[in-house]
């Protein structure tokens, strides 16, 4: 097995105003040693067996940088666990001390102790800025995989072990990461006959939690923008049902096209131009595309039946939606244009919420059949359907930017006449149907969406 | 005055009975007993609660108004027929066991289904708004068929 070749090119990592740059380290290498026996794994198996990796806190000269060392190596340890496809080797069997690793790794010393890989890395903080030195360790091929400064804001440090989490995920497995994302989602609050619903924005670990909107107001089913700092969702603002553009940086919200009944059910197109979505002018709903610059609509489904939840392929040339036409609720896709619409579910019971993955090679929905719900994917043909999760009631599946991740919301059922005992939580599974998770929020939630990698 | 009320309300308590198929909706009973003291001011909310029946309950996955429940909105426009400057919201929604997208849109159809028998009874169609909150605002809380077939409904709302 070869490892692909490192990056020397310096790079400059987008973060506002904060500025965060990052730059490759001593390209010195040993490609192709031990060959066989390196760490890099190929997830595109099914599933494969954790990779063993040993987090170290990060060295640091001064009280502060030490403390910032071991809070990184933790966020970075905490998701490469959650991911599932890894397993960090237990602190407690550390032979060598980190600021040892960091200097100068030992590799028998990390090999005994059941490690595959190593992470090291030294802070140096001063006047506020923040530069980590972060090295990616083979410890059976004795080389090292990659080398990274960041310099940033120290208030920027949890970026800083997001970006490093991405790099190791992808050196050791061969295909992006999605650690350093957000996920907007719906907070939920108070009896569900009298709910206050807010937009809340997170990192993708909960951390760096806050609140978008004031709760004066219903807001649903929020959409991240593929490349800017904006957000599609559905507000009940005024009681009027509308799709609303939301600046993630200002605040400031809009609504999107002058229709004369409820929107809803909005996404952005892949190249951010546009958003598509669903109308209802009378008892139907139908779905439009609207233009944001020239905020020109256009229809693309028409009839008495109800066209939900459309999602464009990664390449913008087929959309993906639900729809009663046939009778009961189905997938179906159609070109971007609003023609050819084919049904791609054929299973057992009901299908809704279908989105298309970034790879474009899998579309994620929800099933409800036989008084339960389940989330699944099939391909964009609408063959090997495989079930991930099922229960009382979940949906709303989101992709993670690589594919390989999907976020959805999962509901417990009400166990008296009052509502006791009814939640409703954020999870998240790999898609070969492993490592399910809770995502943890102050409050109920519902409607994930997951960002695009942040830089 | 009083008790031709009370003879009225408990009328219409024993129709909503039949009309939902289990048991008679809290937002009736509540608006009911609350005014009957007085008397609900005519052409209010309260007295569409109490003497007319505000909401019509839908079949599963349905948006057609039942022949059972079609009663209740000819006795709405008969009503509003009393009240000409009575304007009203028709609010459309769905029990918890659909898509919250899918729901919004079924929401939205029932609280047309129900217009278009209002408008056929007589209402003139720019008296009457409508408006879905899909399964998000059930009238009833519990996670069982005798809920759900409460919050299968469309309720007619003075603006």
Known sequence: MTLPGFEFTRRRVFAGAGGLVVASLLPDFALGQGAGQTTVIDVTRARTDPVPIAVPDMAGASPDAQRLGRDIARVIQANLRNSGLFRPVDRQAFIQTPELAAANPRFQDWRVIGAHALTTGRVEESGGRLRVEFRLWDVLADTQLQGTAFTAPAAQWRR??????????????????????????????????????????????????????????????????????????????????????????????????????????????????????????????????????????????????????????????????????????????????????????????????PVWSPRGDLIAFTRISGGQFAIGVMRPDGSGERILSEGWSME??????????????????????????????????????????QIVTPTDASDPAWSPLLS | MNTKL?????????????????????????????????????????????????????????????????????????WLARYPQVQVAVEGHADERGTREYNLALGQRRANSARDVLVASGVAPARIATISYGKDRPAALGSNEQAWSQNRRAVTVVR
Do not use: W
């Open chain 1, 160 to 353: 800083i072990a997001h970006l490093i989490s991405d790099v190791i995920y992808e050196r050791l497995l061969g295909e992006k990461g999605y650690f350093d994302t957000q996920i907007v989602y719906i907070a939920e609050s108070g009896p569900r006959d009298r709910r206050t619903r807010r937009m809340a924005l997170m990192d993708q670990d909960g951390e760096n939690h806050r609140f978008l909107t004031d709760g004066s107001f219903q807001a649903l089913t929020p959409r991240f923008h593929p490349t800017a700092r904006q957000v599609a969702f559905m507000s009940y603002f005024r009681n009027q049902p509308r799709v609303y553009l939301f600046n993630l940086d200002s605040g400031q919200q809009q609504v999107l096209g002058s229709f004369g009944g409820m929107t809803f059910s909005p996404r952005f197109a892949p190249d951010g131009r546009s958003v598509i979505l669903s109308a209802s002018r009378g008892g139907d709903a139908n779905i439009f595309v609207v233009d944001i610059a020239s905020r020109r609509e256009r229809q693309l489904t028409s009839g008495g039946s109800l066209d939900v939840s459309p999602c464009y392929s990664p390449d913008g040339t087929q959309i993906v939606f639900n729809s009663d036409r046939g009778g009961d609720q189905q997938l179906y896709v159609m070109s971007a244009d609003g023609g050819g619409a084919r049904r791609i579910s054929f299973g057992n019971g009901r299908y809704a919420t």
């Open chain 1, 396 to 437: 709303g599946p989101t992709f993670a930017p690589n594919g390989r991740v999907l976020a959805f919301y999962r509901e417990t059922a009400a166990r008296d006449a009052r509502g006791g005992g009814y939640s409703s939580r954020l999870a998240q599974i790999d898609i070969a149907g492993f490592n399910e998770r």
């Open chain 2, 6 to 78: 009370l003879g009225a309300f408990a009328a219409v308590a024993l129709l909503a009975a039949c009309g939902s198929g289990t048991e008679q909706s809290s937002a009736a009973t509540g608006g009911g007993a609350e005014t009957t003291a007085s008397g609900p001011r005519p052409g209010s909310q309260e007295d569409l609660v109490a003497n007319i029946g505000d909401r019509v309950f839908f079949d599963t996955d349905r948006s057609s108004v039942r022949a059972d429940q079609r009663t209740v909105l000819e006795r709405q426009a008969g």
